[in-house]
């Protein structure tokens, strides 16, 4: 379905068409990232989630750096519907890659009974706390990731937001290799806070940025930040329920790093008018510290949380 919704945006002729076929896109993505996302979990050993989820991160940070690289390139060329079917070849590829993955099978309850579904059956308590923090971080990045470009160009650094997201790209590679191997190691926190550190003096640095430098530097401020902990959160995440709701917790996960960007990015657009784009991230690094606040919390009631429940252990 994925490939032929985008095989279909060549024909779109009409605002409306084009509306149409985009929601059904963002339906049958959201269903597969949430879908992989929980097979690469059960394929991971439990003793390496956090490594593992950090290098399954790091793939989908890279298409999502080199995949906009190579279609703004296109744009320049206006070669727009070469562009569509080029990602319809990368969706085909994706099918092949597909069949040669074996997918585990349908953890039971303890009871031997399938998990249930419904509404109520699409939450779990123990993870939204996690879930929660998650929200209020892409919340503070969705300031970034919409209105960086204008940003720049209300300061003249055009120049400095491509290598802003140059060295945002770099960083986020460079950490998501090590930082997974010390969450299972010595724990989450030994990530987490740090990390919060760096966004939020990155998202200050970027709001009182004044040259070119500045906006670079604070690019790798945030991709060590962000960009690092993100995948400790989806790894504590599916650490916190039982192994049959890992599809649970990773549809909470992504559903929470999806209502942050969307609500953040609207709030924000709504803010810029009366405070501008500087206290936009000055807010967003607020948020983050209370997003940090929140967790801080959350740890001290778990105590030594593991990563490997003992439902997992062999």
Known sequence: ????????????????????????????????????????????????????????????????????????????????????????????LGIVLSLIVTVPPVIRHADGSKPNLGFAAMFDRAALPFALVTFFMTFSY?????????????LDLMAAASNFLL???????????????????????????????????????????????????SGGLIGIGYGSVTPVFQTQIISSVEPHKIGVANSLFFNAMDAGMAIGAFIMGMMVESVGYRMIYVAGAVLVVLAGALYAVQMKKRGVMPLVSTSELH
């Open 1 to 92: 379905a994925f490939l032929v919704i985008t095989a279909l945006y060549p024909v779109c002729h009409s605002i409306e068409s084009l509306l149409f076929i985009r929601v059904l896109h963002g339906i049958t993505f959201g269903v597969i990232t949430t879908v992989k996302g929980t097979i690469s979990a059960r394929l991971i050993p439990a003793s390496r989630r956090g490594e593992g989820i950090s290098f399954f991160s790091l793939a989908m940070g890279l298409a999502m750096v080199v995949g906009p690289w190579i279609g703004l390139n296109m744009a320049r060329w206006n070669a727009f519907t070469a562009a569509f079917w080029l990602c319809s070849a990368v969706a085909a």
């Open 142 to 154: 969705a300031g970034v990731s919409a209105f960086l470009a204008l940003y720049a160009r209300e």
């Open 167 to 217: 060295c945002y790209a770099i960083f986020l590679m460079i950490c998501r290799t090590f930082t997974g191997n010390i969450c299972d190691k010595k724990g989450p926190k030994y990530v987490v806070f740090p990390c919060l550190l760096a966004f939020t003096i990155g998202l200050v640095a970027l709001g009182y940025t004044n040259g070119s430098i500045m906006m670079i530097i």
